[in-house]
């Protein structure tokens, strides 16, 4: 079965640094870019940016660039969100998708990763 | 960046009834369009890639059409398990932005 797993809900102070995962199985990792969705309490989704796990090219929606870092562990088929300084703002689900080319839809979602950013 | 807009922002609708969403794109993405769809409490699910291809396993009520920067999502008969929110989303260049959604309930 082909699935994205991600790691547990966190809850974070401001200031602090978190990086969350998303495993890959059931399918060759290398071949897929995998994206990062934010969605705020309520709201509507947002693409933060994707990476090619085979040769790690990311990119980045320029609402994020610089606030978020994407990387990739293709040894362990696994992509990473990270913050080093969180803010309350980031409180929201943060979901991993796959897709197999950059100009196709995500086909296969993770469970979702709720980050809780509080004093 | 490419913008998307969807309309309407909500619909209500009767079990049977046909339900089309609209989606724009502020400038021409080809076919490079998909249409989620996102159950309370749940991660979105793909249900039509490249403006108008069914995704596996996706009832066939739902169709997609559009090209450009013009397209439709359309449930050709609503059922109850269709109360979600449905999202489009462009794929021609990065960012791939998504539409603001479309809350679907049932009358």
């Known amino acids: 079965e082909v699935q994205l797993v991600q790691s547990g809900a966190e809850v974070k102070k401001p200031g602090e640094a978190l990086k969350i995962s998303c495993k890959g199985s059931?399918?060759?990792?290398?071949?897929?870019?995998i994206g990062w969705v934010r969605q705020m309490p309520g709201k509507g989704l947002e693409w933060m940016g994707i990476i090619y796990p085979s040769n790690s090219d990311t990119r980045y929606s320029p609402s994020f660039e610089g606030q978020v870092t994407i990387s990739a562990d293709k040894s362990i088929d696994t992509a990473y969100l990270q913050w080093s300084s969180l803010k309350a703002s980031d409180t929201a689900m943060y979901y991993c998708?796959?897709?197999?080319?950059?100009?196709?839809?995500?086909?296969?979602w993770g469970q979702g990763t709720t980050v809780i950013v509080s004093s | 960046d490419i913008q998307m807009t969807q309309s309407p922002s909500s619909v209500s609708a009767s079990v049977g009834d046909r339900v089309t969403i609209t989606c724009r794109a502020s400038?021409?993405?080809?076919?490079?369009l998909a249409w989620y769809q996102q159950k309370p409490g749940k991660a979105p699910k793909l249900l039509i890639y490249?403006?108008?291809n069914l995704q596996s396993g996706v009832p066939s009520r739902f169709s997609g059409s559009g090209s450009g920067t013009d397209f439709t999502l359309t449930i050709s008969s609503l059922q109850p398990e269709d109360l979600a929110t449905y999202y489009c989303?462009?794929?021609?260049?990065?960012?791939?932005?998504f539409g603001p959604g479309t809350k679907v309930d049932i009358k």
């Open positions: 059931g399918y060759r990792f290398t071949t897929y870019w």
């Open positions: 490249a403006a108008s």
């Open positions: 998708a796959r897709q197999y080319s950059s100009s196709d839809a995500m086909d296969v």
């Open positions: 989303q462009h794929a021609n260049t990065f960012p791939f932005t």
């Open positions: 400038q021409g993405i080809r076919s490079w």
